[in-house]
């Protein structure tokens, strides 16, 4: 082993890191908020999609490019440059290899935490915690479902890659929105009915986040693939941090 990579090492690299794979289990569900919170919640040049929506996510992930984790994510359904997808308002993530790749690569807002996902039968139970508070709890029953068998899914994720400067009072260079486009490959994916609970606190403030009603609860394992539609310059750096 070496400080400094041989090119072939190098090259290793590079190939992982531009094609990441995952494999998944995970517990969803779609959420109606208002149009005003999501409005208020985008970053620069989004505007909300036409309906208020969101999802909720407690899952277990393999990975190429960071290994194992778990992770807990909070999303509102939104529009960027004509493309409709999500905007990540909460992301747990349990592994500090999974944590660096997704903010360093992407901008993800991924915060340390923890998440478990577990099963009894034809119930699922997911919840995800961050510094001693239990912020998400998910329990659905699939009693009596039908598994649906394979489905390909496809749909967009919307990063915002910023970087504080050296004084800590701004950011270095203008923010970037990328693009990512998300393909899944569920081999497994059953519906049912369930109960959400949130909770929040000063620095996770979900309990905020008004939850007008929650649909059916999805369970599905499976893979994806995740790649990057565009990146562009979002504001002016000096511009993101006004009202």
Same mark, same amino acid.
């Given at each position: 082993?070496?400080?400094?990579? &041989?090119?072939? @090492?190098?090259?290793?690299?590079?190939?992982?890191?531009?094609?990441?794979?995952?494999?998944?289990?995970?517990?969803?569900?779609?959420? *109606?908020?208002?149009?005003?919170?999501?409005?208020?919640?985008?970053?620069?040049?989004?505007?909300?999609?036409?309906?208020?929506?969101?999802?909720? &996510? #407690?899952?277990?992930?393999?990975? &190429? #490019?960071?290994?194992?984790?778990?992770?807990?994510?909070?999303?509102?359904?939104?529009?960027?440059?004509?493309?409709?997808?999500?905007?990540?308002?909460?992301?747990? =993530?349990?592994? #500090?290899?999974?944590? +660096?790749?997704?903010?360093?690569?992407?901008?993800?807002?991924?915060?340390?935490?923890?998440?478990?996902?577990?099963? &009894?039968?034809?119930?699922?139970?997911?919840?995800?915690?961050?510094?001693? =508070?239990?912020?998400?709890?998910?329990?659905?029953?699939?009693?009596?479902? @039908?598994?649906?068998?394979?489905? *390909?899914?496809?749909?967009?994720?919307?990063?915002?890659?910023?970087?504080?400067?050296? @004084?800590?009072?701004?950011?270095?260079?203008?923010?970037?929105?990328?693009?990512? /486009?998300?393909?899944?490959?569920?081999?497994?994916?059953? #519906?049912? /009915?369930?109960?959400?609970?949130?909770?929040? +606190?000063?620095?996770?403030?979900?309990?905020?986040?008004?939850?007008?009603? =929650?649909?059916?609860?999805?369970?599905? +394992?499976? *893979?994806?693939?995740?790649?990057?539609?565009?990146?562009?310059?979002?504001?002016?750096?000096?511009?993101?941090?006004?009202?």
């Amino acid at each position: 082993m070496s400080f400094v990579a &041989n090119p072939a @090492q190098l090259a290793a690299f590079k190939k992982r890191c531009s094609e990441p794979r995952y494999s998944q289990e995970g517990l969803v569900v779609e959420f *109606t908020t208002t149009r005003e919170f999501i409005k208020s919640v985008l970053p620069p040049t989004f505007e909300p999609a036409e309906g208020a929506t969101g999802l909720i &996510n #407690v899952s277990l992930w393999q990975s &190429n #490019v960071c290994g194992d984790f778990e992770l807990s994510s909070v999303s509102v359904r939104c529009k960027a440059d004509g493309i409709e997808g999500y905007w990540v308002l909460h992301l747990i =993530v349990s592994e #500090v290899p999974a944590i +660096t790749w997704g903010r360093e690569t992407w901008g993800e807002v991924k915060k340390d935490g923890k998440a478990r996902l577990m099963s &009894n039968g034809t119930r699922k139970y997911g919840f995800a915690e961050r510094a001693g =508070v239990r912020l998400i709890e998910m329990e659905a029953d699939f009693d009596g479902d @039908q598994p649906d068998g394979p489905e *390909t899914l496809e749909w967009y994720d919307f990063e915002v890659k910023a970087f504080p400067n050296v @004084q800590g009072i701004g950011l270095e260079v203008d923010p970037k929105l990328i693009a990512l /486009k998300v393909v899944e490959e569920n081999a497994r994916h059953a #519906v049912g /009915k369930g109960k959400l609970t949130l909770r929040g +606190t000063r620095s996770d403030p979900l309990h905020t986040i008004p939850i007008l009603s =929650v649909g059916d609860f999805s369970y599905s +394992t499976g *893979t994806s693939t995740w790649s990057v539609l565009s990146e562009r310059r979002l504001c002016a750096a000096d511009e993101s941090d006004r009202d």
